[in-house]
């Protein structure tokens, strides 16, 4: 065994599911872009269709596509990038629901498929996507006639609660849709620490299904565990790794592990990031490779088989502070050639 191996506990999944789903005001779907998150997209909507959820959010046609064959026809799927030129024959074939984003999209998906459901996703301030107000005003009437199943719009701010731009934004997409038969959405994981007036009828976590902040109170639901290919012992004055940046101050025990910026543990994590075995940490020393890192294991007692880089006592946040990121883009660059080990979930 040379890969490293990440642990996915589908219970933790499922756990932080239900406790999102109990802050909700209303019903709580589940947003499972770029593969779930990185976890793995089938594994993760079925154990999360297990707890519940009937309404998954993917970015693009493509995954709503490969989400119908793992899901089976009980299940909505959303996608938010709407109805692009080329979705037409996948968004008929796999039953996909598209958040119409522009005039453009709407005559596309009228003219395309004249009685598939869809939704309308609105700007309510971020400018990423969805109609501006006064193109929605123009169209809404023509909308509300037909099979509109969703209004939602997204806040840009929400992991921050006390920014003025919240309450604008939950401002403008009250007055957008004052009066709407249709279900309405604004909250992800941070919008729902925000509050019930921002829950409306359906909330959209994803982050916090994960384990990561916002949602501060997750379950942890990883384990990356790495192993080590080989130790030596170095003396004072030599020096660990490319560009030769770490210089041993006294006599130290080094452990190469298998792991690297090309399994998404980036460059920014060298000389920052710790590994652990059980509660001791252990420093990463010298520059993250493509393939491997350099570790200080000098204080460790007896070498264990692999070190751990993600685990209770680093997680995803706290990694991914040590690279000077976000949660989201550790998990997202979580590399393809991790053995990954489902715990849990659907029996
Ligand atoms: C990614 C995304 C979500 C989920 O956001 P989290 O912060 O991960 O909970 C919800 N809605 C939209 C439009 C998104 O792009």
Known sequence: MATGILHIDLDAL?????????????????????????????????????????????????????????????????????????????IRGAGLTPMLNSAAQVARHREALPDAPYGVQLDTGMNRLGMEADEWAELRAGLEAGPLTLVMSHLACADTPEHPQNAAQLAQFIAMTEGLH??????????????????????????????????????????????????????????????????????????????????????????????????????????????????????LPHMPEMLDIMCPAQNVDALAEAAGTIGYEILTSLGARYERHYSGGPS
């Open 182 to 299: 249709a279900p309405r959405s604004l909250s992800a994981t941070g919008g729902i620490l925000l509050g019930p007036e921002y829950h409306f009828d359906l909330t959209r976590p994803g982050i916090g299904l994960y384990g990561g902040l916002p949602f501060a109170a997750a379950r942890p639901a990883l384990r990356l565990s790495l192993p080590v290919i080989q130790t030596r012992d170095i003396a004072p004055g030599e020096t660990v790794g490319y560009g030769g940046t770490y210089c041993a101050p006294s006599p130290r025990k080094i452990a190469t592990v298998s792991g690297g910026y090309a399994d998404g543990l980036i460059r920014a994590l060298s000389g920052r990031a710790r590994l652990f075995a059980g509660d001791t940490p252990c420093p990463v020393v010298g520059r993250v490779s493509m393939d491997m890192i350099g570790v200080d294991v000098t204080d």
């Open 14 to 90: 499922c756990a932080n599911w239900r406790a999102l789903d109990r802050l909700s005001a209303g019903e709580t779907g589940a947003v499972v872009k770029a593969d779930g998150y990185g976890l793995g997209l089938v594994e993760v909507t079925r154990a999360l269709a297990s707890a519940g959820a009937r309404r998954f959010f993917v970015a693009v046609a493509e995954e709503g596509a490969t989400l119908r064959k793992a899901l089976g026809e009980n299940v909505e799927i959303n996608v938010f990038s709407g109805h692009m030129v080329t979705d037409t024959a996948i």
